[in-house]
């Protein structure tokens, strides 16, 4: 008569001593914070440092010349002039008149809706750029000051570097500020993942011991309590990531709906959608890595 098999003769395994659940409790929840704020501190950054250049690149050849004269008729010629020579320079492009009403609507805020060009005498707004090298810039910006002076005692030239350079420093520095949150993110998702290990080892500590009493190496061990840090490292990092994109794209939904070339340059380049994926990447290895250390340690220390 054939005899039922013993369930205590199945194999061996680590893990079966072990519970099923989880064995880092709020862990996966705080590490989806830290992804979620890595994941925002990461686009600023790019963002920002993406708008310090654009910044750097669109006004460090950009000059305006500014004709501030009360006369219309004599402000006319002037502006005539001024393009003349502004055009018939090599070194010099994109020769733009601003428009006296785009200039009335700047002014429409502090002024009133109401207001009238003939009411008020608005200097005379020319933009250009310079075709040089960024070397031999401020000679050339001196040289056309003292052409546009020739042409118009009241007119000169406003170098749009020389008041949004430090602009786009400063975005650049909180930029770089970013960067650093993201590095103290890293650290402290580390020390999150070095705590749940030591936490799992001490409460496990019993369970351990039967486990080596019945033939378990310690690279068993470390690689079965790295397995379960490492899959609620995933967890919360998929969820902080996923969290982190929608605010992201709902405050580009903001922005793309401001009429503003300063806050428009805030845009994150094309490299940071293949970037941010991998960060939930990361802070997995971070916390295998982390986790298998830890642990070994632990595992020395206990024998």
């Not at 993201?182 to 080892?201: F, Q």
């Amino acid at each position: 008569m054939a005899r039922s098999p013993d369930p205590r003769s199945k194999p061996y395994t680590p893990g079966a001593l072990l519970p099923q659940g989880r064995l880092t409790g709020p862990m996966p929840w705080v590490i989806a914070i830290m992804m979620f704020l890595t994941v925002l501190a990461t686009a600023a950054g790019l963002a920002l440092d993406n708008a310090a250049n654009a910044l750097s690149a669109d006004v460090s050849a950009r000059v305006t010349i500014q004709i501030a004269e009360a006369n219309a008729e004599q402000r006319g010629r002037a502006v005539r002039r001024v393009v003349s020579l502004l055009e018939g320079d090599e070194g010099i492009g994109n020769v733009t008149v601003v428009p006296e009403q785009e200039l009335a609507a700047q002014l429409a805020p502090w002024l009133g809706s109401d207001l009238k060009i003939s009411d008020v005498p608005l200097p005379a707004l020319v933009d250009a750029d310079l075709l040089v090298p960024e070397a031999e810039r401020e000679d050339r910006v001196a040289a056309l000051g003292l052409a546009v002076k020739a042409i118009n005692p009241g007119a000169r030239v406003e170098p749009h570097a020389a008041y949004l350079a430090p602009l786009a420093k400063l975005v650049g520095s909180v930029g770089l500020l970013a960067f650093a949150v993201v590095a103290l993110m890293a650290v402290a998702t580390g020390a999150v993942v070095v705590l749940a290990a030591r936490g799992a080892h001490a409460i496990h500590r019993r369970t351990i011991d039967i486990m080596h009493m019945l033939g378990a190496t310690d690279l068993q061990v470390v690689r079965l309590f790295q397995r379960r840090l490492m899959l609620d490292a995933l967890f919360g990092g998929v969820i902080g990531y996923i969290a982190a994109m929608v605010a992201i794209i709902l405050v580009g939904r903001s922005v793309n709906a401001v009429a503003s070339d300063l806050i428009s340059s805030v845009s994150l380049p094309g490299f940071t959608w293949i970037l941010l994926p991998l960060l939930p990447l990361a802070g997995v290895a971070l916390a295998s890595f982390s986790a298998r250390i830890t642990l070994q340690r632990s595992l020395e220390r206990s024998l």
